[in-house]
């Protein structure tokens, strides 16, 4: 393609809008372009790269015995009444009223859609396993878009479904749409890692994993074992338990606040009959408390008040670790759970926030299995201005209710092979894949006959990837100084020719015949043929970010050409059999 004729308009500077390096070298390369908060439009360049990043995931869904379907962005609102998500979605919706007043959703994802259309078309064991997916756009009312193509409220999405008749079948399933996916990410030139993850509003108990391409402007945390294989999402990640004590399951009998789980005394370091009251005037955190008694944080027993329904209850943890509101949560069995303000702090506890202890506290007490490993320590005392020191869990407190309730912190031990360290790092989800069960089936009565003529639901599961997203993941881990270099699996054009004057008739003249021979070998160039000067070609080719350019210039007389690679950072003087020679090389080498 001839730069001459490609609308493409680059920018000098980086946009106010960007908050992200690779969001700014998208605009600034001319890739996209923002029409409100959250939505963008893609021009040549940016959908050129969507579609090889489409067409590597058609050819792994084909090799995966996926078929493509369509499906409706248009959703009834009653779909999702029935599947148990329209509140639970809440205000991340996008709604809209035809004119007879009938709601509808614009899909952010498609669960009931594609369940409502398999109860139509399956009813036999004979037609299952079935595995269908879709690239289509999506939407969601996120509060805040931010990062560019991360966050947005229009998006494009691969999403995937199986039918199977069993949870064997699912399984099969699964494993296969899983290393699907890991030759989709590795084939696109992706850093990055599969977690176990939590399967939030999507739903199901199965398991599921996210995959994360490693960035430090990740809006996820994933904990890494540097000793075995276990990688998780923060939200997800498990710590070590209490030592020869219970797991802290809730066990079946309720929301778990009376469920008893350990009642033993724990070791202590002194022998001293009950805790220390002392002063501490206005010292109501961990940092001031640290600072004003020399203290470290690990010392320190924090207590936070949670609101659970219309109860209260108690977590406590580590003054350097942090609750995992999603485990208490699951332990717990509620979804209705939030960190309860001052004056609901003041109340459940009798005194303001900063002073909660957990002795003499009348609240259920969920303890994390580090404070129960604890010999003493630091707490609230109960009282404004006081703290008590010398706190002992099981002989101050009860250990009724120890569990896992806290974010895995640097330096963890690895909760499954125990002998690695837990190190943290941030990254950007780009896919998810759920096992469902009968999640949805169940709920929208999606059954099938089986081999006896029982009606049985199908067993499902449900596999994601955010085409948009991947896009930008791309660009944020190639993002330089000069622009985004591109991995050869993605780059919008192979190879760029840039003529550094079009006034002489050697230049041009060799262009065209190089242009020509790469064209018809089948690779996909573009000719940098504007009059503009060298310095503009140039800033505009680091821009475009093709792995191979080729420049031709004073030595055309000579057939000869500067040749460069992006990726190993060779620059050469060369022929111009060479340089043909050198690019279809590199080409077919980096082909996955």
């Not at 008040?305 to 209260?312: C, P």
């Given at each position: 393609m001839r730069q001459s004729q490609i609308l493409l308009n680059t920018l000098r500077e980086r946009p106010s809008e960007a908050d992200t390096e690779g969001h700014g070298l998208l605009l600034r390369g001319g890739?996209?372009?923002?029409?409100?908060?959250?939505?963008?439009?893609?021009?040549?360049?940016?959908?050129?790269?969507?579609?090889?990043?489409?067409?590597?995931?058609?050819?792994?869904?084909?090799?995966?015995?996926?078929?493509?379907?369509?499906?409706?962005?248009?959703?009834?609102?009653?779909?999702?009444?029935?599947?148990?998500?329209?509140?639970?979605?809440?205000?991340?919706?996008?709604?809209?009223?035809?004119?007879?007043?009938?709601?509808?959703?614009?899909?952010?994802?498609?669960?009931?859609?594609?369940?409502?259309?398999?109860?139509?078309?399956?009813?036999?064991?004979?037609?299952?396993?079935?595995?269908?997916?879709?690239?289509?756009?999506?939407?969601?009312?996120?509060?805040?878009?931010?990062?560019?193509?991360?966050?947005?409220?229009?998006?494009?999405?691969?999403?995937?479904?199986?039918?199977?008749?069993?949870?064997e079948g699912l399984d099969l399933s699964y494993q296969t749409m899983f290393g699907a996916y890991n030759r989709i990410f590795a084939r696109c030139g992706l850093r990055f890692k599969a977690v176990e993850a939590d399967a939030g509003t999507i739903g199901g108990d199965g398991g599921s994993h996210e995959f994360i391409a490693l960035s430090a402007i990740g809006e996820d945390t994933v904990a890494v074992c540097g000793h075995c294989d276990y990688a998780a999402n923060l939200e997800q990640a498990e710590t070590a338990a209490w030592k020869g004590e219970s797991n802290g399951s809730g066990g079946d009998e309720g929301n778990g606040l009376n469920t008893p789980q350990v009642d033993r005394d724990q070791p202590v370091a002194v022998d001293t009959p009950f805790p220390e009251k002392f002063h501490t005037p206005d010292i109501r955190t961990i940092d001031q408390l640290t600072a004003a008694y020399s203290l470290k944080?690990?010392?320190?027993?924090?207590?936070?008040?949670?609101?659970?329904?219309?109860?209260?209850?108690?977590?406590?943890?580590?003054?350097?670790h942090e609750v995992n509101e999603l485990k208490v949560g699951k332990y717990l069995g509620a979804e209705d759970i939030s960190l309860a303000d001052g004056s609901e702090v003041e109340t459940a506890a009798g005194v303001i926030s900063g002073y909660v202890g957990p002795v003499g506290l009348e609240l259920p007490l969920l303890v994390d299995y580090a404070v129960a490993e604890m010999m003493d320590g630091i707490a609230g005392a109960g009282e404004r201005d006081y703290h008590f020191r010398g706190v002992r869990p099981g002989r101050d407190f009860p250990l009724t209710r120890v569990g896992d309730f806290r974010n895995a912190a640097e330096?963890?031990?690895?909760?499954?092979?125990?002998?690695?360290?837990?190190?943290?790092?941030?990254?950007?989800?780009?896919?998810?894949?759920?096992?469902?069960?009968?999640?949805?089936?169940?709920?929208?009565?999606?059954?099938?006959?089986?081999?006896?003529?029982?009606?049985?639901?199908?067993?499902?599961?449900?596999?994601?990837?955010?085409?948009?997203?991947?896009?930008?993941?791309?660009?944020?881990?190639?993002?330089?100084?000069?622009?985004?270099?591109?991995?050869?699996?993605?780059?919008?054009?192979?190879?760029?020719?840039?003529?550094v004057s079009i006034k002489d008739e050697a230049q041009i003249a060799l262009a065209e015949k190089l242009y020509g021979t790469l064209k018809e070998l089948g690779l996909e160039v573009l000719l940098d043929d504007r009059d503009e000067r060298p310095g503009v070609k140039f800033n505009d080719s680091g821009l475009i970010g093709t792995p191979q350019v080729v420049v031709v210039g004073r030595e055309a007389a000579l057939e000869r050409v500067e040749y460069e690679n992006r990726h190993s950072g060779v620059k050469e003087t060369l022929g111009l059999d060479e340089a043909v020679l050198r690019i279809t090389e590199h080409v077919k080498n980096s082909r996955i």
């Open positions: 890739y996209i372009r923002q029409l409100a908060a959250g939505i963008y439009s893609y021009l040549p360049l940016g959908r050129r790269v969507l579609r090889k990043i489409e067409g590597i995931v058609r050819e792994e869904m084909e090799r995966a015995g996926v078929q493509e379907v369509m499906m409706p962005s248009m959703q009834p609102a009653e779909l999702w009444m029935e599947s148990g998500r329209y509140g639970s979605y809440g205000k991340n919706l996008m709604t809209v009223n035809d004119r007879h007043g009938r709601e509808f959703i614009l899909g952010p994802t498609h669960e009931e859609a594609v369940t409502s259309l398999m109860k139509n078309e399956v009813s036999s064991y004979r037609k299952l396993p079935v595995k269908v997916y879709q690239i289509g756009t999506k939407f969601r009312d996120e509060k805040r878009p931010r990062f560019g193509l991360l966050r947005g409220r229009e998006f494009i999405m691969k999403d995937a479904y199986s039918f199977d008749i069993s949870e944080p690990e010392q320190i027993i924090k207590t936070l008040i949670y609101r659970v329904g219309g109860d209260s209850v108690a977590v406590l943890v580590r003054g350097d330096g963890d031990s690895c909760p499954r092979c125990r002998e690695g360290r837990l190190t943290l790092h941030r990254g950007i989800e780009i896919g998810h894949v759920f096992k469902l069960g009968t999640r949805y089936s169940g709920k929208l009565g999606v059954v099938f006959l089986d081999a006896s003529g029982r009606e049985r639901n199908m067993i499902m599961g449900c596999y994601g990837i955010g085409i948009s997203r991947l896009l930008a993941a791309v660009a944020e881990q190639n993002a330089g100084e000069g622009g985004i270099a591109w991995p050869d699996a993605l780059a919008p054009f192979k190879v760029q020719i840039i003529i």
